[in-house]
Structure formats: C-alpha cells, structure tokens
T-cell receptor
Framework: EDKVVQSPLSLVVHEGDTVTLNCSYEVTNFRSLLWYKQEKKAPTFLFML????IEKKSGRLSSILDKKELFSILNITATQTGDSAVYLCAVTYSGAGSYQLTFGKGTKLSVIP | DGGITQSPKYLFRKEGQNVTLSCEQN?????MYWYRQDPGQGLRLIYYSQIVNDFQKGDIAEGYSVSREKKESFPLTVTSAQKNPTAFYLC????????????FGSGTQLSVL
C-alpha cells in the first residue's frame, strides 16, 4: 500500500491559472515532507516542511503542511509555461537506525500558453 | 560549482551483460543514494551508502550491486540478474545520513537492446 499519495496524477492548465497539488501520507514517526520539481532529468528541491500550519513561500510557489490531517499542498499562482514539470512529494519518517524516505508517484503539470 | 555528475546520460544493455552507471559528487557529502524511476512511478531506493566502504540495500536491490571506495564516487552495476532494467536511474546525496534534503544528479536512462 502506498504510503505517499499525490493527486492529481496529471493536470493541464492555461498560463495565468492557479493550481493546487496535493500530497497525503500515512506513516508513523513522521519527520518531514519535501517537495521537488523535476523538469527534465534532475529533481530540484523546492520546500521542506516539518511544522504544521507554517507556510513556506518562494515567489509564486507556496506550500503548507497539516500534520493532523496528514497532507500537504503545493500552490502555484499565475502559472507560466516554465512551471511545466513533474512535482514530487517525499515523506521522511523514523525507521530502524536512521530514517526512511518515500516518494509519491508525482503530479505531471502541463501549462499551456 | 558543486554538484553530482552522472554518466553516461544514455546507456544500452545487451541481454546477459552487466553495465555500470557512474555517479560522482564534489559536495563533500557523506551519504549517497541510487534511485530507480519508472514512468508514472515514484522514485524507488536501490542502495544507499552512509560512509566509505559501507552500503545498505534499499527496497529494490535485487539484480544490482554498488561499491563505495571513495567518498566522491558511488557506482551502480546493473547485473544480468536484473530482468527488467529499462528505467531512469538517479543518483543523489545528502550531507549526512540524518539529513533529509537530497541533491540529485541528472540521471542515466538505461534501455535494453
């Protein structure tokens, strides 16, 4: 059973739209949730969230974590074609010895002019 | 600039052949990881290494082998025992094993002839 579930799996929007990507998780001993953007090959880091209710923001992107309801959202406002990418969510949780990290399947965002 | 270099970008494997994917980092990171990415799937952990001369199996280690003779290098060998090797392979690193923020290379696309 998947521990990290992202929705939707794909999304097509027009430039200027606002989008919300979802990531829900089900793990014990949660440590953090991370968002990555994968445009072509190498995923690049966007945010790491550890505390509930505190929004992280970077330009048009923002993310928030709800530890009670076990989910996070990634918002992108005024989308541009350069936002087209696969957005990956990963959750870390304490495991035997160190920690475990599990990725969701990603949301493929396509922004059309 | 510091980063992770993976080579080659594209690799073709003949049946029964072992192939080795290279991963080099100059970030002075202690921990290194290999992930496999299939279309529509999340990243799955193959092997990871916390320090030189030490490595552990991830979730899908069968048919793969690794070595960590130098801090900077973590090559992955896809052996003939891996019956479905076609995938995109990503190498990553973290500063230490307890750090959650992964830095990724640009990946190697492996295909079977």
């Amino acid at each position: 059973e998947d521990k990290v579930v992202q929705s939707p799996l794909s999304l097509v929007v027009h430039e200027g739209d606002t989008v919300t990507l979802n990531c829900s998780y089900e793990v014990t001993n949660f440590r953090s949730l991370l968002w990555y953007k994968q445009e072509k090959k190498a995923p690049t880091f966007l945010f790491m969230l550890t505390s509930s209710g505190i929004e992280k923001k970077s330009g048009r992107l923002s993310s928030i974590l709800d530890k009670k309801e076990l989910f996070s959202i990634l918002n992108i406002t005024a989308t541009q074609t350069g936002d087209s990418a696969v957005y990956l969510c990963a959750v870390t949780y304490s495991g035997a010895g160190s920690y475990q990290l599990t990725f969701g399947k990603g949301t493929k965002l396509s922004v059309i002019p | 600039d510091g980063g992770i270099t993976q080579s080659p970008k594209y690799l073709f494997r003949k049946e029964g052949q072992n192939v080795t994917l290279s991963c080099e980092q100059n970030l002075n990171h202690d921990a290194m990881y290999w992930y496999r990415q299939d279309p529509g799937q999340g990243l799955r952990l193959i092997y990871y290494s916390q320090i030189v001369n030490d490595f552990q199996k991830g979730d899908i280690a069968e048919g793969y082998s690794v070595s960590r003779e130098k801090k900077e290098s973590f090559p992955l060998t896809v052996t003939s025992a891996q019956k479905n090797p076609t995938a995109f392979y990503l190498c990553a690193s973290t500063k230490g094993i307890k750090d959650e923020k992964l830095f990724f290379g640009s990946g190697t696309q492996l295909s079977v002839l």
